[in-house]
């Protein structure tokens, strides 16, 4: 059978562009952890589940089937769920100590004084998300090499959920170091594994680039999300004590992503 190879380098910029920007929005939540004195849960357990809703839907309902139709339902299924082991992997190999689904952003650090145990804590984190984020780049740069506007959306829910993370390095590091501009570059730096996950691939699928690889590859993207959704951004989002609030944004993020599909 003859392999369709397909150009797509008119989307590359646009796909790295994205890939930057949600990686690099663990910047913001360091920034907010300075800005805002006594930040409302309420807000973070709904953006969490926005971002959820957006890339749950987008999965199963573009994603996937795209995959299914273009590969078949042997290998888009298979696909789907080595995406899902891919990151599983990754998951398991973090210590739950510095696993970034594990972590709880609330006052605990407030009145700390200064100590190692704190800034190895910070570096810890930013370790483990900065390699959590690999994956995700990957993710961002794959959706939007196929569709810029998909991208869009995928690179927006992505970032959402970056915010938090971003504050997670930031306030122990800052805690240990009271230096605003450490906490802020080591958060910063933890967003930049997103782009590096993305040339990463880029490198490796660009020589191979057909439409049986792009299907397979949102098949694998479908899977990275799902998982990341169901096992960091809800029950991170169900933490804060506002379930309600979180399948608020759940639904409004599944609708919002409806809206955005009819439109394209």
Same mark, same amino acid.
């Given at each position: ?27 913001? $939540? ?34 996937? +089937? ?9 290998? $888009? ?17 973090? +210590? ?33 998300? $900065?390699?959590?984020?690999? %994956?995700? @780049?990957?993710?961002?740069? $794959? ?20 915010? +938090?993370? @971003? ?39 660009? %020589? ?14 479908? @899977? ?10 809800? +029950? ?29």
């Amino acid at each position: 059978m003859e392999v369709l190879f397909i150009d797509v380098s008119g989307n590359i910029g646009p796909a790295f562009a994205l890939t930057i920007i949600a990686g690099l929005s663990t910047g913001i $939540g360091s920034a907010i952890a300075y800005f805002i004195k006594k930040p409302r849960m309420i807000y973070l357990s709904f953006s969490l589940g926005l971002s959820a809703g957006v890339m749950i839907y987008v999965s199963f309902v573009e994603l996937l +089937p795209q995959a299914l139709e273009n590969v078949g339902e042997i290998l $888009g299924v298979s696909a789907f769920f080595i995406g899902i082991i891919f990151i599983g992997i990754i998951d398991m190999l973090i +210590p739950k100590a510095q696993n970034p689904h594990h972590l709880t952003l609330s006052s605990e650090f407030v009145g700390f004084r200064k100590d190692d145990v704190l800034m190895r804590a910070g570096l810890f984190t930013a370790l483990a998300i $900065g390699i959590h984020n690999f %994956p995700e @780049g990957l993710a961002t740069f $794959g959706t939007a090499l196929s569709n810029v506007k998909l991208g869009v959306m995928i690179a927006l829910a992505i970032a959402i959920h970056n915010v +938090p993370e @971003g504050i997670s390095v930031s306030i122990p590091i800052f805690y240990a170091t009271g230096d605003k501009k450490k906490a802020f570059l080591y958060s910063f730096l933890s967003g930049i594994a997103e782009p590096v996950g993305a040339t990463i691939g880029f490198l490796i699928l660009l %020589p191979f680039l057909s439409e049986g690889v792009l299907a397979s590859l949102m098949a694998f993207v479908a @899977g990275i999300m799902v998982y990341i959704s169901l096992d960091e951004l809800l +029950p991170m989002a169900h933490r804060y004590g506002h379930s309600h609030t979180v399948i608020i944004g759940l639904m409004l993020g599944m609708f919002i992503m409806a809206l955005s599909l009819l439109m394209l």
